[in-house]
């Protein structure tokens, strides 16, 4: 027996259009046994509008539900465009910090949160970031409780060294490349795979592995301004293939609720 995924239904529903009727959940729904009745659909209809993620007007099969901001923001796609896209000013912001050995547990969830913010790691406790970093820092004091060992500085002028060099290093775009090249090869995420699909099952199946696989290739990817990317990058590749497959799904979403 399925089950929906209400998290899962509710990006579908985002992908495929702004308004939705209960006989088109009906027709939606078809595929998952446990929802096959109209009490286990208002059910999930309920949940979603009890955390605001949905809105309804009217009653019965009447209703028509349209997807709030918030529901939006739940499931919004990442906007990586305007990073690349973002001129940057030249200004490599430098991260140190000195925490003894008798701290060792403080010096590793520091270490786990620059990295969690994708900072570079440029070697040892030297840590460097091409855009502001004073909030990150903050927040990392303010949620870590580490104290004063840091110490930041801005770099304008490079020398024995070039500003590829310190991305190459910084970086593991080794690592970052097969990620991405793992999402552009990856083989169910086809047009046929969408064109086949008969019912939410299979759709929903779809949508849960273009996710898992659209962010995993992005874990590590920090995203820099386009003028600091290696020449190999295929982080636009992957962002361009995301965007076709998700118009695809949106397409096929709304023949299935129609049909």
């Known amino acids: 027996m399925q089950r929906v995924d209400y998290a899962e239904l509710l990006e579908l529903f985002m992908w495929g259009m702004d308004k939705l009727t209960r ?12 929802y096959a009745n109209r009490a286990h659909q208002k059910h999930l209809l309920t949940r979603l509008e ?9 009653r019965g099969s009447q209703a028509v539900y349209w997807i709030t901001p918030a529901g939006r923001e739940r ?9 690349w896209d973002e001129p940057w000013d030249g200004l490599w912001r430098v991260v140190t910090f000195d925490v003894p050995e ?14 969690a913010r994708k900072l570079g790691l440029l070697q040892r406790s030297v840590w460097v970031w091409p855009r502001n970093v004073e909030s990150i820092l903050n927040e990392i004091i ?16 490079l020398f024995l060294c070039t500003d590829a060099e310190v991305v190459a290093a910084a970086w593991d775009f080794e ?8 999402y552009l090869d990856h083989p ?12 939410l099952t299979r759709l929903a199946a779809l949508a849960r592995a273009e996710r898992t696989a659209y962010e995993y290739a992005f ?5 820099l301004p386009r003028l600091l990317l290696p020449k190999a990058y295929r982080g636009m590749d992957v962002q361009q293939r995301h965007e076709e497959f998700r118009q695809l799904m949106r397409q096929r979403l709304t023949a299935l609720a129609s049909g």
């Not at 008798?102 to 990295?115: F, H, I, M, V, Y």
């Not at 303010?142 to 002028?157: K, L, N, S, Y």
């Not at 970052?176 to 090249?181: C, L, Q, S, V």
């Not at 169910?188 to 019912?199: E, G, I």
């Open 23 to 34: 006989p088109t959940f009906c027709n939606l729904l078809a595929g998952y046994e446990e």
């Open 50 to 58: 009890h955390q605001r993620l949905i809105e309804r007007a009217g």
């Open 75 to 83: 499931v919004s796609a990442m906007q990586l465009q305007p990073l």
């Open 102 to 115: 008798s701290r060792r547990n403080d010096r590793k969830r520091l270490w786990q949160a620059l990295r």
């Open 142 to 157: 303010h949620a870590q409780g580490i104290p004063e060992c840091f110490c930041g500085f801005e770099a304008r002028r």
């Open 175 to 182: 690592e970052i490349t097969r990620r991405h090249k793992a």
């Open 188 to 199: 169910v995420l086809t047009h046929r795979a969408v064109k086949n699909s008969r019912d």
């Open 219 to 223: 874990v590590f990817d920090p995203l």
